[in-house]
């Protein structure tokens, strides 16, 4: 019986006991003999495990998880400064005539956004980043015009930091059912 199994099957018997602390410890245990097992547990499975250990100890280390979350959060802010915020709000005009028989026909025109050439780190631009980022968590655009590479910058955080927030969020239940 290799040991994976026997972990497995002792965290059962502390679940099937009520006992969600020592539980919690035999699933380190189980998670930890899978992911170092070259000879049963594929590779890709083990690289799997070894990223689900490295951003939240498996789901039960929480203050991991935020880390991570504090990390990539900063990492959105620093690169939406250097190069996803514009220079300067991209301007609308509007142009258009007024035809013969009445009414009114104008074209809207918006400037795309430029990347700064200098000033990139500003406190102006961190309000501005960190307003994007902290919208981003929660799956909610900015609003803001950004640069095509902020548009992407954007993107990446938007799927990132919810799932680092939902893996602290799982650990942190964990920890209050125990």
């Given at each position: 019986?290799?040991?994976?199994?026997?972990?497995?099957?002792?965290?059962?018997?502390?679940?099937?006991?009520?006992?969600?602390?020592?539980?919690?410890?035999?699933?380190y245990g189980e998670m930890e003999m899978r992911r170092h097992d070259k000879s049963s547990t594929p590779r890709a499975e083990r690289g799997l495990l070894h990223g689900y250990w490295l951003l939240s100890g498996y789901g039960l280390r929480a203050s991991r998880a935020l880390v991570w979350l504090a990390v990539a959060m900063l990492t959105t802010i620093l690169l939406l400064m250097a190069f996803g915020l514009p220079q300067h709000s991209p301007t609308q005009q509007a142009t258009g005539t007024v035809p013969a028989g009445g009414g009114r026909a104008f074209t809207l025109d918006k400037d795309d956004?430029?990347?700064?050439t200098t000033d990139r780190l500003t406190s102006k631009r961190f309000e501005r980043a960190l307003n994007v980022t902290l919208n981003s968590v929660v799956f909610r655009s900015s609003g803001q015009d950004l640069t095509t590479s902020g548009?992407?910058?954007?993107?990446?955080?938007r799927l990132l930091e919810p799932a680092l927030l939902a893996l602290a969020v799982l650990a942190t239940r964990g920890r209050i059912k125990r």
């Amino acid at each position: 019986m290799d040991v994976a199994a026997a972990y497995r099957q002792l965290r059962k018997a502390f679940e099937d006991g009520k006992n969600e602390p020592g539980a919690a410890d035999f699933y380190y245990g189980e998670m930890e003999m899978r992911r170092h097992d070259k000879s049963s547990t594929p590779r890709a499975e083990r690289g799997l495990l070894h990223g689900y250990w490295l951003l939240s100890g498996y789901g039960l280390r929480a203050s991991r998880a935020l880390v991570w979350l504090a990390v990539a959060m900063l990492t959105t802010i620093l690169l939406l400064m250097a190069f996803g915020l514009p220079q300067h709000s991209p301007t609308q005009q509007a142009t258009g005539t007024v035809p013969a028989g009445g009414g009114r026909a104008f074209t809207l025109d918006k400037d795309d956004p430029q990347n700064p050439t200098t000033d990139r780190l500003t406190s102006k631009r961190f309000e501005r980043a960190l307003n994007v980022t902290l919208n981003s968590v929660v799956f909610r655009s900015s609003g803001q015009d950004l640069t095509t590479s902020g548009t992407y910058i954007e993107m990446a955080s938007r799927l990132l930091e919810p799932a680092l927030l939902a893996l602290a969020v799982l650990a942190t239940r964990g920890r209050i059912k125990r």
